[in-house]
Every structure is written in structure tokens, then in C-alpha cells.
């Protein structure tokens, strides 16, 4: 199949997308909670309903799998993965930190992902066998070797209560091993940040298909290595990631392990 057309596709959707963000950003009137520290907005919906729109007019027949509207009917087989704000909390208190994530599986596997980051005009984008792209640059994974040089950047899912203990051990691991830790609040640019080198490392549990599926593409794509937490190949909507440059790889491994941890 040419994937030439789902790219452009892709592309035009995470735009239409982002446009809608860029013309309600400090405009929001209706936040609602899906749980207690998971928001959507009304920018949430809108800017879904335009990426869907556009998605539609090109291919009626494909699935959609959205995070605000769920499955979308369409062919199984030829699915794309929509999430229209990926960092909402960032967007809803103004704080420019998000993206638009737009990709595309055939028979399960992800083959085109796209995540656009709004505020900074950075396209970031993959097509299975390409390589991974900044706009028009290829991008590689860091060449850091160990955790000690590595600047690491993590997130904490909406019900970290319920497993808090593991999740402060693993951060406080990290947070001791590494030169430097951040948390942004985008999942799909933590992964983006990975694949160009701005970071070495990523962890993360619990989350959904739609934060992770373009981005997962674009940093393998880019050189980098993606796991659970046990080192076993993840696929979008695993329980837990790890992301990494390949060469700290192993030692973050440990630091995702609990044994001896204190």
C-alpha cells in the first residue's frame, strides 16, 4: 500500500487540529473532569471533530479509534488513532505544552504517525522503513551512554493513588541516577523528544493507545528502543513504557525494577 496519501492525510488532520487549539488557547469556557486529574475541554472535542472530519473525507471507510468519541465503525483492518490534545491539563491552565497526535495501522501494526506540537510549528512525523522527521530533518535518537549524562522525562497516570508507592520508588531511582529529570505533561512529546535527542529517556504507566501510537512509530523509526518495564516489546496500550536511546537501555531497566529499591 502507498502510504504517501495517509501521510499527507495525517499531516493535514494534526494541522486542522492544531489550529483549532492555537484559536482556543486561554479561551476555554467548559472544563470538565473524566476523573479527578483527567480534563477535556471543549478544545478537546472540536479539535477532534475537525481531525475526524478531514480524516473522513479522504478515507469514509477506515476505523477510527478517537480518545473523546471512542471507535468510529470503519474497517478493522485500517484503523487511525486520534488524539486531539495530548496535554490538556497543560492547555487548560494556558501553559504551552502539548500536541496533536494523528496515526495510522494496518492489520494492528502502526505505519504512519504524526505528532504536531502546536505552539513551537514542530511537525514530527514517520512512515514504517522511513526513518523519523523534524519537519524536514531527520531526526536520531542521543548518543549518551550512561543514565549519570542522561536527562530523563517521565509522567504519573490520572490515578497514581492507586499505585503510588511504585510510582515515587521508580521516579526516585531515576531522580538519583540521572543528571537531570523532567515532567512536561505530553506523552507523545516525550516520546518526539526521544526520538530527536532532546532527552534519552521516558517512562510512563497506564497509558491509552491514542497518547503513544504515533509517537511510539517515530521513535523506533529515529533509532530508539521501546519496551515495558521488563524489557518485552510494547505496542500501544501497554500497561507501562519505556522508551530510551538503546544504550542506557538496560541500565533503566534496573531503575524500573522495585527489587532492592527503597
Known amino acids: 500500500m502507498d502510504l504517501a496519501p495517509i501521510r499527507r492525510i ?41 481531525i475526524l472530519q478531514t480524516i473522513r473525507s479522504a478515507f469514509p471507510d477506515h476505523g477510527i479509534l478517537a480518545e473523546e468519541s471512542g471507535i468510529n465503525g470503519g474497517a478493522t483492518n485500517m484503523q487511525w488513532i486520534v488524539d486531539p490534545l ?9 501553559l504551552g505544552v502539548f ?30 522503513g522511513g526513518g523519523a522527521w523534524l519537519n524536514n530533518h531527520r531526526i536520531s535518537v542521543s548518543s549518551t551512554e550512561s543514565v549519570a549524562d542522561s536527562l530523563l522525562v517521565t ?37 518526539c523528544y526521544v526520538a530527536c535527542g532532546r532527552v534519552d529517556g521516558f517512562w510512563e504507566q497506564q497509558l491509552k493507545a491514542w497518547d503513544t501510537a504515533a509517537g511510539i512509530l517515530i521513535a523506533r523509526e529515529a533509532g ?36 532492592g529499591s527503597a
Not at 25 to 32: E, M
Not at 102 to 111: C, K, P, T
Not at 163 to 190: E, H, P, V, W, Y
Request: one cysteine or more; proline letters at 3%.
Open 155 to 191: 509522567g504519573f497516570p490520572y490515578n497514581f493513588k492507586e499505585d503510588l508507592d511504585a510510582i515515587l520508588r521508580r521516579f526516585t531511582n531515576c531522580l538519583k541516577a540521572a543528571q537531570g529529570m523532567r515532567r512536561l505533561g505530553s506523552a507523545a512529546l516525550d516520546l
Open 99 to 128: 500536541s496533536v497526535s494523528v496515526a495510522f495501522a494496518m492489520d494492528g501494526q502502526v505505519v504512519v504517525g504524526v505528532v504536531l506540537d502546536p505552539m513551537r510549528e514542530e511537525l514530527f512525523w514517520a512512515v514504517t
Open 10 to 50: 495525517a499531516v493535514a488532520a494534526a494541522r486542522e487540529g492544531a489550529a483549532v487549539l492555537r484559536s482556543r488557547l486561554g479561551r476555554v469556557s467548559d472544563i470538565q473532569k473524566k476523573s479527578p486529574t483527567d480534563l477535556v475541554t471543549e478544545a478537546d472535542k472540536a479539535s477532534e471533530a475537525r
Open 224 to 259: 530508539a528502543r521501546v519496551t515495558d518495564f521488563r524489557d518485552r516489546s510494547f505496542t500501544p496500550g501497554g500497561p507501562d513504557l519505556l522508551a530510551t536511546n538503546g544504550k542506557i537501555h538496560q541500565d533503566m531497566i534496573s531503575l524500573m525494577s522495585l527489587k
Open 86 to 94: 495530548d496535554g490538556t491539563t497543560n492547555f487548560a491552565h494556558e
